[in-house]
């Protein structure tokens, strides 16, 4: 039914004389929750077109646009990993504080797992267990200006009661004093090996706040090996465009396996997305 509507639906606006448009060309995919199956077998061969405008919805009449493993969302309220089609890795929510408003307090409702808050690219305060939605108190910031959160999925548990509670990122919404925050940027960072790869290292640096690194390093010999991110923080680490897992400063996983198969002679990259800032 759903993908029939969506056909009439679709030839009814190409064959409108009253709405102005230019040649359309319509593609329609199902199944897309569940990585992205649906587009990845689409034959694009016969495409002329050089834009598209990514449309989804889940609800009769309510569509969302640019999602479905977009770059950037745009949507009044905060959506979750899961409804957005993306399954793990980091989430960034980013919304606009209006000009004569000064951020006193944030709140979190129904978030997961840790959230890392900042204004204005200053870091203000980490969410995270037993305080993931306690209201925190801000002082000394200026009027104006831009809310970052940064949503970390840290697992997903698969037995009990915590079954019911494993959507991830932000699921209810956002207070900033005492109200409901809305119209949101939404940034999906699964860090797969494509989203890595086009990471632009010459964009700049902000200090204190999460960044990618970028390490290159000659093999003359493959062999089984570590890499010890003793001077790192929190974050994730990647050889050759390979998820080599997580780390943090307090344990217990401060060196990652490389196996000698990810390696290869001459140049290796390792890239570090580290969180803190540090």
């Given amino acids: 039914y759903e993908v029939l509507r969506s056909l009439v639906g679709s030839e009814m606006c190409i064959r409108d004389s009253d709405i102005p448009h230019p040649a359309l060309e319509v593609i329609i995919t199902v199944d897309e929750e569940v990585g992205m199956d649906g587009a990845r077998e689409i034959d694009l061969s016969g495409l002329k077109a050089k834009r598209m405008l990514n449309l989804d919805s889940e609800e009769e009449g309510i569509f969302l646009t640019s999602c479905a493993g977009g770059a950037r969302i745009n949507c009044f309220f905060p959506l979750t990993m899961e409804?957005?089609?993306?399954?793990?890795?980091?989430?960034?929510?980013?919304?606009?504080?209006?000009e004569n408003e000064t951020v006193k307090e944030v709140r979190l409702e129904g978030a997961n797992?840790?959230?890392?808050?900042?204004h204005n690219n200053e870091f203000l305060h980490t969410f995270f267990a037993e305080n993931l939605w306690e209201k925190v108190e801000i002082s000394g910031r200026n009027a104006g200006g831009r809310i970052d959160l940064l949503c970390e999925n840290l697992s997903r548990e698969?037995?009990?009661?915590?079954?019911?509670?494993?959507?991830?990122?932000?699921?209810?919404?956002?207070?900033?004093?005492?109200?409901r925050q809305f119209g949101y940027e939404i940034y999906p960072l699964s860090l797969d090996k494509k989203q890595i790869e086009a990471i632009d290292f010459d964009c700049g640096y902000i200090e204190n706040s999460p960044a990618f690194y970028r390490f290159d390093f000659e093999a003359d010999e493959l062999c089984d090996t570590f890499l010890n991110t003793d001077g790192f923080d929190k974050g994730c680490a990647f050889i050759n465009g390979f998820n080599l897992g997580r780390f943090w400063k307090i344990g217990p996983q401060k060196r990652l396996y490389i196996p000698a198969p990810l390696l290869k002679k001459g140049k290796n990259t390792i890239i570090i997305f580290e969180t803190e800032g540090n």
Avoid: A, M, P, W
Wanted: glycine letters at 14%; a positive charge; hydrophobic letters at 25%.
């Fill in 158 to 179: 698969n037995f009990g009661t915590g079954l019911e509670n494993q959507r991830k990122g932000i699921s209810c919404g956002v207070k900033i004093n005492d109200h």
């Fill in 83 to 98: 409804e957005i089609g993306q399954n793990y890795g980091y989430i960034l929510y980013r919304t606009n504080i209006k």
């Fill in 113 to 118: 797992d840790r959230v890392q808050c900042y």
